[in-house]
């Protein structure tokens, strides 16, 4: 019974926020504004780690380099467009894996001094980006990766169909 009622509060804790991970990533689907998508993933990745410092990056036309495409909590200006491949978030990015630094930081370029955690935005096994959180205080506590693995592919959808529709509507408008 004490056993029980010690893992109570943790487990109802997951089901509550599983439960608006749920409602968000039906809004995430429900709309092709791409604003409201950008601002739903950083207002969701929040949520999630409970840090305040995140950035969206997408992969550019080319297919090469992650270009920060919305911020929460930093100045754009501290963020740059990354190789995939490089760095701690191009690398997290090109694997598929999700990256978390318990300890102190091991980053490759300036800009991931802070980071604290990258998961990547995929389709299949194709990259469409990144969310990188940043943190100035080293944390113990592990973030929880199973919601954060299906709150990515969510998010990653979402976040190449509302570029598609933007990228279609463009040529649309630039041929008329």
Not at 46 to 71: K, M, N, Q, Y
């Amino acid at each position: 019974m004490l056993v029980e009622d010690d893992r109570r509060p943790s487990t109802d804790r997951k089901i509550k926020t599983a439960a608006a991970l749920h409602r968000a990533t039906d809004l995430l689907h429900g709309t092709l504004d791409r604003a409201l998508v950008l601002q739903l993933i950083r207002t969701i990745s929040t949520a999630l780690s409970g840090f305040r410092d995140v950035a969206i990056f997408e992969l550019d036309t080319t297919r090469d380099h992650l270009v920060p495409v919305t911020t929460l909590g930093l100045e754009p200006e501290q963020l740059e467009s990354i190789p995939l491949g490089i760095g701690l978030i191009g690398r997290s990015t090109q694997e598929g894996e999700f990256y978390e630094r318990l300890w102190e930081p091991d980053a490759a370029l300036a800009s991931e001094r802070r980071l604290r955690a990258c998961i990547p935005l995929m389709m299949d096994s194709t990259p469409i980006g990144a969310i990188a959180i940043f943190a100035d205080d080293l944390v113990d506590q592990p973030l929880d990766r199973e919601l954060f693995a299906i709150f990515s592919r969510h998010a990653g959808s979402a976040l190449y169909w509302t570029g598609t529709c933007e990228r279609a509507k463009a040529a649309l408008n630039a041929a008329w």
